[in-house]
């Protein structure tokens, strides 16, 4: 049957519409389908050919150059060597054993280095670069870069490394840096990514670790187009980052180098400070290491032989020993018991040689006693009966106040490793610490520096410029930061009558300058540089009563580790103090036999700002003097086998 023809006119409508839809929807997915062609072909051609190519662009971290340490006058003390080395990405380099044998045949590499390049590359993240080899020659970095499209993976590098050109000299003060461990990532709860970095060194000890903030810097980035078989093909972008800044100590390194030189041979720690400004012109401790050795991966033999050596050259004895003071503490007991009224200066004590009290007897160490003793007297003699007697009026509460106020018993803020706090003890210390009361014994051994008093030869210079300047001074060890100078602490005079200070200024102007004085034989004879000071000796054993009866032993005729520390503090020049100076010589015997000629020999090298002027000294030394100078083993002169006298 036919359809009418109303029927067949719509049916053809229809048709023509869907047909126009269809056709309308096909063309514009054509065009769609151009456009993107065209966007993809024309606009990111470039994009896609790399693709095409299985090549990748890839984002490194830049390592920023470590900041600079510089001395008080510009001497460089650590800087920046270039450093060539190869490193292995193990996400590029698929095998990485069969990567490793094609290299060993282009540079030389050890089983050793390849078996700890394997054991890294399994232990890293697979995108981490591992240190395979560094410290290359450039020949073989070149060779290893011609070479580089045969070895996936594998990028020869440019870096930085530290190296510290004045060697041991300032082991103890600047420290070192060394790779990041696995220790170092363990105590920081976000690590900068630069910490990933292979073999990027941070501080270890020292200025180099308690600075690290301001001497890391801020790492750069790189982009990099990189070919299927880890070959760079180009660098698309790179930012530099941020260098770390620049540091300037106080130290003197002239200064620094003689005071070395001078301790030689010693177990011993020196520190010279300026009264005004606080500035550290010295911080040495003795015997040193080379702080390189570290750097670049210290020997097992090398390291054992630091470890094992009984001074204990890896000690910073200058801030982190710390010692019974002895006698230098003298000072301390005199100002507390004339700060509380307790004794004037010219009041008297009778000294036969000991004091009997609670049942014991404590001796003086001038057997036979010194008669009559008032203040002045008792310092320039070191009579220690004098102490014992003033120390129970005014008690051990008030002269560990007094040892405070002056700087001991008090962690000084320097960016030094492991700076001691030392210990001026209190009745309430006691107590908490060890669960006991206070005795009168306690509070006589305080008052000569013995018992449980403790301070660091830093804490020790500190209280002597405090004394020698009358002001709360306190030491500074960085001068600048990227040339900016950092702050000088003084927050004014001491809070203690100016009569007192004064009358213990004389007494040790006498100690060093009458013949009756402790350290008369390390006077100083130039009257423009006359030197004030205090010497002090501090037992590491218990005398037995059998033993004083049948005679001490003198120290020399000991073991080296059971003889007494010598020390000696002092300033100079006595009529306007510029410079304190504090040595403590470890089992050295008499701080005035030991101690005193090496800080007259300090205090005249800073005075003098060169080898010390033979003028200075007593007319009957001079030929000595000029013989030890001809000896010191300064750093333009080969060093000499250590002195066996103490040992």
């Not at 060779?143 to 000299?169: F, T």
């Not at 012109?281 to 040193?288: D, H, L």
Request: with cysteine; charged share 25%; net charge positive.
């Amino acid at each position: 049957m036919r359809r009418p023809v109303k029927d067949n006119d719509d049916s053809a409508r229809k048709i023509s519409r869907r047909a126009l839809v269809l056709g309308g929807a096909q063309l514009g997915f054509a065009g769609l389908l151009a456009w993107q062609m065209r966007k993809m072909q024309i606009e990111e051609a470039d994009k896609f050919r790399l693709l095409a190519e299985e090549n990748r662009i890839n984002l490194r971290l830049l390592p920023p150059a470590r900041g600079l340490i510089f001395d008080r006058n510009g001497v460089p003390i650590a800087e920046n060597d270039q450093n060539y080395r190869v490193v292995i990405v193990r996400e590029d380099a698929g095998d990485v054993a069969a990567v490793l044998d094609q290299l060993r045949k282009i540079i030389p590499l050890s089983d050793e280095d390849v078996a700890r390049t394997l054991a890294e590359t399994k232990r890293r993240v697979r995108f981490v670069p591992v240190t395979v080899a560094d410290r290359l020659t450039w020949e073989d970095l070149s060779r290893v870069a011609v070479n580089a499209p045969a070895l996936p993976g594998v990028r020869p590098e440019v870096g930085l490394s530290r190296s510290y050109p004045l060697g041991s000299d300032f082991a103890h003060v600047v420290g070192y840096v060394g790779p990041v461990s696995d220790y170092d990532l363990s105590k920081l709860d976000n690590p900068d990514p630069l910490l990933q970095i292979p073999e990027f060194q941070i501080g270890k000890s020292g200025v180099e670790a308690r600075m690290e903030g301001v001497l890391r810097g801020r790492a750069g980035t790189s982009q990099i187009e990189v070919n299927a078989a880890g070959r760079v093909m180009r660098e698309l972008s790179r930012d530099e980052g941020l260098s770390g800044r620049n540091i300037q100590l106080t130290i003197d390194e002239g200064l620094q180098n003689y005071v070395q030189a001078r301790m030689f041979g010693e177990s011993a720690a020196c520190v010279v400070m300026e009264v005004e400004t606080g500035d550290l012109k010295a911080v040495c401790s003795s015997p040193t290491f080379d702080p390189n050795l570290f750097v670049r991966g210290i020997s097992v033999a090398d390291y054992r032989m630091l470890t094992d050596n009984k001074y204990r050259p890896l000690a910073n004895k200058s801030v982190q020993g710390v010692y019974p003071p002895g006698s230098t503490f003298k000072m301390v007991t005199a100002l507390a018991a004339l700060e509380a009224g307790v004794v004037g200066p010219e009041d008297t004590v009778w000294c036969p040689g000991y004091l009997s009290t609670a049942g014991r007897r404590f001796h003086c160490w001038k057997r036979g006693g010194h008669g009559h003793m008032n203040m002045h007297d008792s310092l320039v003699q070191s009579c220690d009966v004098y102490y014992y007697e003033v120390a129970q009026k005014v008690g051990i509460d008030k002269i560990s106040a007094m040892a405070r106020k002056l700087g001991i018993g008090v962690r000084h803020d320097i960016p030094m490793s492991a700076v001691a706090e030392g210990l001026a003890p209190t009745q309430s210390w006691k107590q908490t610490r060890r669960g006991e009361g206070w005795v009168i014994g306690d509070t006589i051994n305080a008052s000569i520096g013995q018992g449980f008093v403790l301070a660091s030869p830093l804490q020790l210079a500190v209280m002597t410029a405090r004394l020698a300047g009358g002001t709360d001074i306190a030491p500074r060890l960085v001068r600048a930061v990227d040339g900016v100078p950092q702050e000088i602490r003084v927050t004014g005079a001491l809070d203690l009558n100016p009569a007192h200070l004064r009358a213990v200024r004389r007494a040790m102007t006498a100690v060093s300058n009458t013949r009756r004085g402790t350290g008369y034989r390390s006077r100083i004879v130039d009257d423009t540089m006359q030197m004030a000071g205090k010497s002090g000796t501090s037992q590491v054993r218990n005398i037995t009563t059998a033993e004083r009866a049948r005679g001490v032993f003198r120290n020399e005729d000991l073991p080296w580790e059971r003889r007494d520390h010598a020390l000696f503090v002092s300033y100079a020049p006595t009529d306007r103090p510029q410079y304190a100076v504090s040595v403590v010589v470890e089992h050295g015997g008499g701080g005035s036999a030991a101690a005193a000629p090496v800080a007259r020999d300090v205090l005249l090298r800073v005075m003098n700002g060169a080898l010390p002027p033979l003028e200075a000294y007593p007319a009957s030394q001079r030929d000595m003097i000029e013989e030890q100078q001809r000896e010191l083993p300064l750093r333009d002169r080969a060093p000499k086998p250590p002195s066996s006298s103490r040992a």
